[in-house]
């Protein structure tokens, strides 16, 4: 029965998209959690030690197959896993340090605006008037969060350092997310062990930092561990797999609407979680941004690989 329960819900894509999504959310939560007790750089490089294991037991058989596919693209490799991977998650915990789940959250929804901006600027791409109505939605949304719904701030350059850092880890994602346009024929899975074995190897040096500044915080209690293994086990990897799957069911224009839910979920994990406060302007901020994320999606859509 429990056999027969399990495979109806793989083949439910509602239900992975969902769960998918609340993984990603729970990161958020878990970078918040980890203040004090795993210092950012040293999460960053467990994460992705225990990712790039548990995937290379699972692709062992197909690596062989799939590495002369990458001749002559290793500098791609690692700069996919810079972008994607390890720059992206080292801001994001930084980021972590002094900013909301909340926020961290819905600052994540600038991604598609900057992957935009990106194809645009570097590949020339025309956006359609959806998309361009859509990217001003966002970035509205975006600026009202961290502004704390007064645009004054913005001006006086008075926002929160954490909100800065989690949107220069945004650009980070959104040219990693620009970058897969030259991926090789390899599946999805195959190419994640390959980016988070890059990231793993760029994690090394970029620890290094808080080794040699004394700053570096090992996990040391049963929280800290719980919170490593969470980050390794749910968002790095099984929503991942969720998400495939989700996309193998319904395409992956369908299963992009689902990423909406991601501040939604941060939003409702922060408040229950965290008891963070959540005032009228993040209710309009993520009206705001979810409002353009559907017009962008529902323009020409822009593929992601999502890995939070």
């Not at 997310?177 to 990231?199: C, E, H, K, W, Y």
């Not at 939003?267 to 353009?292: C, K, M, P």
Request: charged share 10%.
């Amino acid at each position: 029965m429990v056999s027969r329960l399990l495979s109806s819900a793989f083949t439910s894509a509602p239900l992975l998209l969902s769960l998918a999504t609340l993984g990603w959310a729970g990161n958020t939560i878990a970078g918040r959690l980890a203040v004090g007790e795993v210092s950012p750089l040293v999460i960053v490089f467990m994460r992705w030690t225990i990712v790039f294991a548990i995937l290379l037991m699972t692709k062992r058989k197909e690596l062989p197959a799939a590495l002369p596919k990458l001749k002559g693209k290793w500098p791609w490799v690692f700069m996919m896993g810079a972008l994607g991977l390890s720059f992206f998650n080292t801001l994001f915990y930084i980021a972590a340090q002094s900013t909301t789940a909340i926020n961290l959250g819905l600052i994540q929804c600038a991604m598609p605006m900057f992957i935009l901006i990106g194809v645009t600027l570097i590949l020339k791409t025309k956006l359609t008037f959806g998309q361009i109505i859509g990217t001003i939605l966002t970035m509205a949304g975006v600026l009202l969060i961290i502004s704390k719904g007064d645009f004054s701030l913005l001006v006086g350059l008075q926002i929160n350092k954490g909100d800065w850092i989690m949107l220069g880890a945004c650009i980070f994602y959104a040219g990693y997310t620009i970058g897969l346009q030259n991926r090789p024929d390899i599946d999805n899975m195959t190419m994640m062990t390959v980016f988070s074995g890059a990231a793993w190897v760029l994690s090394i040096p970029i620890l290094l930092i808080e080794v040699t500044q004394g700053t570096a915080q090992w996990p040391a209690t049963q929280l800290a561990w719980l919170i490593v293994l969470f980050i390794s086990l749910i968002p790095s990897f099984m929503s991942q797999v969720f998400y495939m799957r989700g996309v193998d069911l319904i395409g992956p224009d369908r299963a992009g609407v689902y990423s909406n839910l991601v501040p939604i979920y941060s939003a409702a994990l922060g408040v229950l979680i965290l008891n963070e406060a959540f005032g009228l302007y993040h209710f309009l901020s993520i009206t705001i941004v979810i409002t353009g994320l559907t017009v962008i999606s529902r323009s020409k859509p822009i593929e992601q690989h999502l890995v939070n």
